[in-house]
């Protein structure tokens, strides 16, 4: 598609255009190298990886998802957008540019609401680079998809806060470079308010009482060396300066910081669903079944127009949300945010079993990179909200806004 029409400055077309090139010069061509060092060995960070970082940094495309945050480039949602979705169509190409989750959402979180020493501490080498991060939210014992049914614990004791609960799919936490973890608890769990029940803390993955149990697999992916991981938290304590923000402040924290994460994973879902369109055209272009090209037959025809319109529709829905976030904020633009993160997956899903069932059985292998990448689509129908949590909020407003007109 065509995006000249788009809203942007003449520095963020550069920038796009420089993303471009370095994904097809850089990132697209050490697939391979990445991919193999892996299977060398899983949890140990990929040597190709530090490089490409240290190119991208080199050539000025670093952090380009903050907007106007300290160590940010300054863009908007729209103009970030186009980026994005560039870096979606690998899995590790986010990182490349210091612009993977969980890290996008944790640095926003330090740069919005930490304290000068949390963000001396632990936004810079974020900022830089340096360290990774995970985000301890979600937890096995309750459904998730409501924060308010967090049961772990964050009591103060003195001058520290002690810390006891068990976490799961905390992304990002089976990294060797992961070295904080966002962590959200209750502090006061009787407050009627039941918003104002939890808060969220820095805690050093080297905490005594920190213990990764087990990596989880999503349709047999380990995700490594990023991984899934599910933690016990066992009377971890930690400095109470280390409270983000103040107590009852997490639920504020959390909305705050899944706002952005979500638009993010939706514009790298557009460019994860494109590459698997292109990797379709070109699989039914060069095979021939019942004496001519598959491509030829109607039902692929079909099918790939299909995908194309699908693609497109949800492009503009992303760009209709991310306009709306740069106007109204993140809390104006709930339903808008909530639309795409119940598209974008759906949408990617479907373009990518295309995808799949064009290379016939070459797709349900590794061989092409379809499994993996539907295993990553189908995730984020559930990641950052379930589809049904978001349906019936949108449903509400929807509802709201005509109540009284009839």
Not at 142 to 152: E, F, K, L, P
Not at 233 to 238: G, K, Y
Not at 363 to 390: F, I, M, Q, S, T
Request: hydrophobic share 45%; charged share 25%; proline share 5%.
């Amino acid at each position: 598609m065509d995006e000249g029409w788009l809203p942007r400055s003449q520095r963020a077309k550069d920038l796009h255009a420089a993303v471009a090139a370095f994904m097809e010069t850089e990132v697209l061509p050490a697939e391979g190298a990445f991919l193999a060092s892996l299977r060398e060995e899983r949890w140990r960070v990929p040597p190709v990886m530090e490089e490409l970082k240290r190119k991208a940094r080199l050539a000025g495309l670093w952090n380009l998802f903050l907007p106007e945050l300290e160590g940010g480039a300054g863009l908007t949602n729209v103009e970030y957008a186009p980026m994005a979705e560039l870096m979606g169509q690998l899995a590790f190409a986010p990182e490349v540019f210091n612009c993977g989750a969980p890290d996008t959402g944790n640095m926003e979180v330090l740069a919005r609401y930490g304290s000068p020493a949390q963000k001396e501490r632990w936004l810079a080498p974020l900022l830089a680079g340096e360290i990774r991060s995970g985000f301890a939210m979600t937890e096995p014992g309750v459904a998730s998809s409501d924060a308010t049914n967090i049961q772990a614990s964050i009591r103060r004791e003195g001058d520290q806060y002690v810390i006891d609960g068990r976490k799961w799919w905390t992304s990002g936490a089976g990294d060797p470079r992961c070295k904080v973890l966002i962590f959200m608890g209750k502090t006061d769990p009787n407050n009627p308010d039941r918003h104002r029940q939890q808060s969220m803390i820095l805690v050093p993955m080297d905490t005594p009482g920190v213990s990764v149990e087990r990596m989880l697999p999503v349709f047999g992916y380990d995700d490594a060396p990023h991984g899934h991981a599910e933690i016990t938290f066992t009377d971890v304590r930690v400095p109470a300066d280390h409270l983000i923000l103040g107590e009852g402040r997490g639920f504020e924290i959390a909305q705050g910081r899944l706002g952005p994460g979500r638009i993010h994973h939706c514009m790298r879902l557009i460019g994860l669903a494109e590459r698997a369109l292109a990797k379709a055209c070109a699989r039914l272009l060069s095979r021939v079944a019942f004496g001519k090209a598959i491509a030829e037959q109607s039902v692929w025809r079909e099918r790939v127009a299909d995908a194309r319109v699908a693609i497109d529709q949800t492009r503009l829905l992303v760009l209709h949300a991310a306009h709306a976030m740069d106007v109204g904020g993140n809390k104006g633009a709930r339903a808008e945010i909530a639309m795409i993160k119940i598209a974008a997956p759906k949408m990617a899903c479907e373009v990518i079993d295309m995808a799949m069932q064009a290379h016939g059985a070459a797709g349900l292998c590794d061989d092409h990179g379809l499994a993996y990448a539907y295993a990553n689509a189908r995730l984020l129908r559930v990641a950052d909200g379930p589809d049904e949590v978001h349906r019936d909020q949108l449903g509400r407003m929807e509802f709201a806004k005509h109540r009284g007109a009839r």
